[in-house]
T-cell receptor, first 114, second 112 residues
């Protein structure tokens, strides 16, 4: 059973601070890793993807991947109240017959306090 | 492009009733997915399809059926609604091998 684990939160940070969101996964064969943001009552939207070990930066967002530790994280710099949402970690594997669908974590609720 | 559209947006069913959730995408994606999301939980895959005529079970398929007769449409059928099927249902699509899913706006279903 492939599992993706996240702390459900809520994680509260003051405006302007760095928010750090963490995710662990059980399947060592996982190849691709994604972060989705989901506002209350809305559908998820992809904000970051990462495929190799290390850091990937996109604006105020940095995704970090450590495959040896089976750990992926998302850092949000200069957090804004508009970043308040649930962040879903998703992991994608690869099997012989083709790509496997995404496996999602339960999400971490982030609250940025003005 | 309209992207991924879902109907209805909201529905209340009585126990034992049946219904079909509609999903259509106009991006010519060959992969389509149905997820359910319970309150405070992540997304769980119900069924997915890698092309017209091909479907496969996800993590939580019991109580649901799907069909994929065209590239554009991927309806989800509930035959005998149960309270445990109260959830928000998201349809999604992607290109083969693409890293991301394009999500529809969701259908909020309540079974009483």
């Amino acid at each position: 059973q492939k599992e993706v684990e996240q702390n459900s939160g809520p994680l509260s940070v003051p405006e302007g601070a760095i928010a750090s969101l963490n995710c662990t996964y059980s399947d060592r064969g996982s190849q691709s890793f994604f972060w989705y943001r989901q506002y209350s009552g809305k559908s998820p939207e992809l904000i970051m993807s990462i495929y190799s070990n290390g850091d990937k930066e996109d604006g105020r967002f940095t995704a970090q991947l450590n495959k040896a530790s089976q750990y992926v994280s998302l850092l949000i710099r200069d957090s804004q109240p508009s970043d308040s949402a649930t962040y879903l970690c998703a992991v994608k594997g690869l099997r012989n017959s083709g790509n496997t669908p995404l496996v999602f974590g339960k999400g971490t609720r982030l609250s940025v306090i003005a | 492009n309209a992207g991924v559209t879902q109907t209805p947006k909201f529905r209340i069913l009585k126990i034992g009733q049946s219904m079909t959730l509609q999903c259509t995408q106009d991006m010519n994606h060959n992969y389509m997915y149905w997820y359910r999301q319970d309150p405070g939980m992540g997304l769980k895959l119900i069924y997915y399809s890698v092309g017209a005529g091909i479907t496969d079970k996800g993590e939580v398929p019991n109580g649901y059926n799907v069909s994929r007769s065209t590239t554009e449409d991927f309806p989800l059928r509930l035959e005998l609604a149960a309270p445990s099927q109260t959830s928000v249902y998201f349809c999604a699509s992607s290109y083969q091998g693409a890293p991301s899913n394009y999500f529809g706006p969701g259908t909020r279903l309540t079974v009483l």
